[in-house]
């Protein structure tokens, strides 16, 4: 039997061992973790959503009316009315034939690649994709190849060259860790062209960008047609949990077919689906969140230029601030999370070995007090450009 001791020794000093805090307050823009008071920079909740008192009190009224368990698949009885509700609306939102719930976008991205493919055919994904799109395409079975960054040029090339089989084209639409957003209609152009499937997972787009927040495609202007397959996830923008796949008739019941990750997990509660529809609704109609999360966004890259701190390029919620090495990016997390603010470090392998760096998100729910107590730590901890 293998000894993990050595491995686990050697991660940690690497400065790569990952540790669990523990937090004991409700998702917001402040927090208690481990016995400490901190103001939150590093969630996923980019429209106050996940503690919003609209999306709770769905949550409580669908336990009354569902109870706290779906008990089943979807295909066994675990298929409620309040998920098809949601599936429905949520299709209606990004104006697409349908839509289908999955437990999570780690899920939802596994189902889509081994249900449309198999041995003989080919995905193509950028080298920077989120782990469950790189995951979903080794486990396709498919013949795998990445492509540069964004580089729309390398992956026509890679295209081009293969001639049989299906091909399926897998990236993000809002990189998680960059902040970046994919060429999307360049993609969509020379998948057409080749004659391949796009799929885009705007699990960081959904809900934040676009008018009414309907992403990263709604942005670009671009269709169903140009990008068939949509995966987006609910446990960010929309404050819950859960992921859903949306496309057309065909592609929803081929999945509903042939998806394992779909057919064998149990539904996600129908109390949560009902506390989803309430945060979708949110979504749609409170467009001043969107308004005042990037006044935010504009402030941080304001500060960011005159104080020269060493921020990555994106025009995102997510603005990472580069550092380089593992054990760096550790130590001023931790002065910041000394300081009172939690900015987790990024380190290897979820970014390339020399690119860890500080993820800073920001939420609607960041006041001006919280902005500028963060300017004031960062001013404190950040090394000061030579």
Same mark, same amino acid.
């Given at each position: 039997?293998?000894? $993990?001791?050595?491995?686990?020794? *050697?991660? #940690? ?9 523990? @937090? ?26 996940? @503690? ?11 336990? @009354? ?14 298929? +409620? ?46 080298? $920077? ?12 079975? *498919? ?15 890679? $295209? ?11 990236? =993000? ?6 902040? =970046? ?10 998948? #057409?062209?080749?004659?391949?499937? !796009?799929?885009? =997972? =705007? *699990?960081?787009?959904?809900?934040? !960008? ?11 202007? $671009? ?10 996830? /609910? ?15 065909? /592609?929803?019941?081929? /999945?509903? #077919? ?19 529809? +309430? ?11 969107? +308004? ?26 997510? #603005? ?14 931790? *002065? ?37 107590? !963060? ?12």
């Amino acid at each position: 039997m293998k000894n $993990l001791e050595p491995e686990l020794a *050697a991660r #940690q000093a690497n400065h790569l061992y990952r540790s669990r805090r523990i @937090n004991d307050t409700p998702q917001g823009p402040e927090c208690v973790i481990d016995g400490q008071s901190l103001i939150n920079f590093c969630s996923n909740d980019y429209l106050g959503l996940a @503690n919003h008192p609209a999306v709770n009190a769905s949550f409580r009224k669908g336990i @009354n009316r569902w109870g706290s368990g779906s008990g089943a698949a979807h295909l066994v009885n675990g298929h +409620t009315a309040a998920h098809h509700a949601l599936e429905e609306e949520l299709a209606d939102f990004i104006g697409r034939e349908r839509a289908l719930l999955f437990s999570t976008g780690y899920m939802a991205n596994l189902g889509v690649a081994t249900a449309l493919l198999e041995r003989g055919d080919a995905v193509f994904e950028d080298r $920077l994709n989120h782990a469950s799109l790189l995951d979903a395409g080794l486990l396709s079975r *498919a013949r795998f190849q990445r492509y540069r960054h964004t580089d729309v040029g390398d992956l026509e090339e890679k $295209l081009s060259s293969r001639v049989e089989g299906e091909k399926l084209v897998l990236t =993000d639409g809002v990189f998680s860790m960059d902040g =970046d957003i994919a060429p999307l209609t360049a993609l969509a152009e020379t998948c #057409q062209k080749q004659q391949a499937w !796009l799929m885009v =997972d =705007d *699990a960081h787009g959904l809900g934040v !960008l676009a008018e009414k927040g309907r992403g990263s495609l709604a942005q670009a202007n $671009l269709t169903a047609e140009q990008v068939p397959i949509l995966m987006a996830t /609910l446990g960010k923008a929309f404050g819950t949990f859960g992921a859903f796949v949306a496309g057309s008739e065909a /592609l929803i019941e081929t /999945l509903i #077919q042939k998806a394992r990750s779909y057919i064998y997990t149990t539904a996600i509660p129908a109390a949560l689906a009902e506390a989803t529809r +309430t945060g979708l609704q949110v979504v749609r109609n409170e467009d001043w969140r969107r +308004t005042y999360l990037f006044e935010l966004v504009a402030r941080f890259k304001q500060f960011a230029g005159e104080t020269g701190l060493p921020v990555m390029p994106s025009d995102t919620p997510i #603005q990472p601030i580069q550092v380089g090495s593992a054990e760096q990016a550790l130590a001023i997390s931790q *002065a910041l999370f000394d300081e009172g603010i939690l900015i987790t470090a990024i380190r290897p392998p979820t970014v390339p070995e020399g690119s860890a760096r500080l993820r800073l998100t920001f939420s609607a729910s960041h006041t001006e007090k919280h902005l500028q107590q !963060l300017f004031t730590v960062l001013e404190k901890c950040f090394p000061s450009p030579a």
